[in-house]
């Protein structure tokens, strides 16, 4: 057998899969073909860079986000220990600077003795050669190639929309008050109020607005993610979709008016200087003209600056439950494992953990030992049954949700009390996994 274990692909989940296997004693080289190829979505060559927000969410027990956080934290979790280091105010969130958490990743990774970074483009891999596939959602066309013959039948895919960024000096702050919803955590987000009438005219706008053609077959068949919907495409599902999603004015107060909103769009910081902000929710598929005239509609946007506009690119993923076994390796070849969003699992902190499982169970695999399969019970557990079991003719990626764990044993009213105690139910059940089959 090699003694270096291969990783192809340095993004989240690959970051974290060579982290746990270097700090297993396992010798890795890291793959990364940027900057030799870069992706519709990239902009740079550091590892781990934040393709969409700059928000991991919820950092709260209460929610199924933050319990996979406080889950991964306690398996050492590199990705969330440099999220912790570089992370900006977000309210209840867990936000970082993006430039800043790619760096320090880069530089983690890079400089750890057992791992080797080779910026080289792979597509294929050598009988035989243990590797953890992380490719991401953005595999190249020549790696997904080999992988449809190695699996023998066609990818599923979506497409993925990005919201875009603007400038805090650009803003108009006699229109925006800030607060966190229900005053949870620090006031962070700055909120753009609208009226009735002003949202009316915003949202007539925003359906009649021109997308780019090349996607209008996608929105036909139906084929985005709902956690990555299009705000456009939301808009045309009826004039009340909004109001109940993204811009639902629920929890907040205009101290202007000291009244609710009619809709409210939230603007999240995107670094520690609070000099960029994030349209929340605003995923989008737009011409960039578009964007620039309907968005400015937005109470606080006349003037925006915008720096970088919302893009949409194709996201690639594999039928999980007909291709992997639970401990994320392939059933046609043990030697490879996956992880990340290939595997079908939305968003950072759910890509990561899959990285997280892949690397440890390919250290039990390649030392002999049985795999480790996480309790159904902790959130890191539900969500890869989840996959592995998942209907094959209609799987589709999936986010962290309280949904996914077992119902507890007594019936309680209060989401909050009931959410708290599945996540303190997690946390016992994953302490003793760790003392029995990790430590």
């Known amino acids: 057998m090699p003694k270096k274990i291969w990783v192809i692909g340095g993004g989240l989940a690959g970051s974290e899969a060579a982290w746990q296997l270097a700090n297993l004693g396992l010798e890795v080289v890291l793959f990364e073909m940027r900057p030799l190829k870069n992706t519709p979505a990239h902009t740079s060559d550091l590892l781990a860079e934040l393709i969409c927000s700059n928000s991991l969410k919820a950092n709260y027990l209460e ?3 933050g319990l996979l956080k406080e ?3 306690r398996l050492n979790s590199l990705i969330i220990k440099v999220a912790d280091e570089t992370r900006v105010p977000a309210g209840g969130a867990l936000a970082v600077d993006r430039e800043k958490f790619a760096r320090l990743i ?3 990774i890079s400089e750890h003795p057992l ?5 080289e483009e792979i597509t294929s891999v050598p009988p035989g050669q243990p590797a953890i596939i992380a490719s991401g959602p953005l595999t190249s066309p020549d790696l997904s190639r080999w992988l449809k013959e190695l699996f023998g039948e066609e990818y599923l895919y979506f497409y993925d929309a990005v919201a875009p960024i603007i400038t805090s000096e650009s803003l108009d ?3 925006i008050f800030l607060a966190s919803r229900y005053g949870k955590g620090e006031a962070e987000y700055l909120n753009c109020p609208f009226t009735e009438e002003e949202y009316q005219i915003f949202w007539e706008s925003l359906v009649a607005a021109e997308t780019y053609q090349a996607h209008l077959e996608v929105e036909k068949k139906k084929l ?3 956690g990555c919907m299009p705000i456009e495409v939301l808009a045309k599902r009826g004039s009340e979709t909004l109001r109940y999603g993204p811009l639902k004015p629920v929890g907040l107060t205009n101290p202007q008016t000291g009244k609710r909103p009619y809709a409210v769009v939230q603007l999240r910081a995107e670094n520690r200087e609070r000099t960029l902000y994030n349209l929340v929710g605003f995923q989008t598929n737009l011409r960039w003209g578009e964007q620039s005239r309907v968005f400015r509609m937005i109470p606080g946007l006349a003037k925006a600056e915008f720096v970088r506009y919302g893009v ?3 996201n690639t993923f594999i039928n999980t439950p007909r291709l992997l076994q639970p401990s994320l390796q392939g059933k046609r070849a043990e030697h490879l494992f996956f992880a990340g969003q290939l595997i079908g699992v939305e968003g950072y902190v759910e890509s990561t953990a899959a990285g997280l499982v892949a690397g440890l169970n390919m ?4 030392n002999g030992r049985k795999p480790l399969i996480f309790p159904r019970e902790t959130a890191i557990g539900a969500l890869l049954y989840y996959i592995i079991n998942a209907e094959t003719r209609h799987f589709q990626p999936m986010n962290i949700n309280f949904g996914l764990l077992p119902p507890l044993n007594r019936r309680i009213k209060d989401k909050t009390e009931k959410n708290r105690e599945i996540s303190e139910r997690a946390l016992a059940f994953l302490t003793e996994f760790m003392a029995k089959e990790i430590n």
């Not at 791992?115 to 910026?119: G, S």
């Not at 250290?363 to 390649?366: C, D, F, G, K, T």
Request: no cysteine; net charge positive.
């Open 63 to 65: 929610n199924a986000s």
């Open 71 to 73: 889950e991964m934290r």
């Open 106 to 108: 880069t530089r983690q």
């Open 115 to 119: 791992i080797q970074v080779v910026r």
């Open 173 to 175: 702050y006699s229109k």
């Open 224 to 226: 985005f993610f709902e």
């Open 312 to 314: 949409m690119h194709r």
């Open 363 to 366: 250290a039990q695999w390649v």
